[in-house]
């Protein structure tokens, strides 16, 4: 059973996770990945939910303040051993709860082109493809999801 500890930036899991997600996209992201990274910085962030499996950390992801309404969905990461068992679900599941509960409105989020999983893993849970914004907005390998809460 998948049990989902609320934390903040500076658990030592989430960290570890946040590293193995790192090294998988500096893979994905190829030449791009300096530019990334640079958006990604975890130090911080008041917001963090850590899945685990018999005590075995599966699955991390993360909020941050966006606007007044809106918090942004980052640093959402399952290891590739543990994926298609609905985790990452479960951890946007209670990333979307914990924004409700802090009254915001919607949930916006970025991911890229070369991550297929992730793309379909929003769709499935409800989010819309907007115009990219902020840092993304001319990226071309950017895809940027929101999905309204209330």
């Known amino acids: 059973m998948i049990v989902i500890k609320r934390t903040d930036s500076t658990d030592a899991t989430f960290q570890?996770?946040?590293?193995?997600?790192?090294?998988?996209?500096?893979?994905?992201?190829?030449?791009?990945?300096?530019?990334y990274a640079q958006l990604n910085k975890t130090d911080h962030i008041k917001h963090v939910v850590v899945a685990y499996d018999q005590d075995v950390a599966v699955g991390c992801g993360a909020i941050r303040l966006y606007t007044a309404d809106t918090m942004e969905v980052k640093r959402m990461f399952v290891p590739l051993d543990k994926r298609g068992q609905g985790i990452a679900s479960s951890v946007l599941g209670e990333l979307e709860k914990w924004c409700r509960e802090l009254g915001f409105a919607k949930c916006i989020l970025e991911t890229g082109k070369n991550q297929p999983e992730?793309?379909?893993?929003?769709?499935?849970?409800?989010?819309?493809?907007?115009?990219?914004?902020?840092?993304?907005e001319h990226?071309?390998?950017?895809?940027c999801f929101e999905k309204v809460l209330r």
């Not at 570890?16 to 997600?21: F, H, N």
């Not at 769709?123 to 914004?133: L, Q, R, S, V």
């Open 139 to 143: 990226v071309a390998n950017s895809v």
């Open 16 to 35: 570890k996770l946040v590293k193995a997600l790192d090294q998988e996209l500096a893979i994905r992201d190829g030449d791009e990945h300096v530019f």
């Open 118 to 136: 992730a793309l379909r893993l929003y769709e499935k849970n409800g989010y819309n493809i907007i115009p990219n914004y902020g840092a993304y």
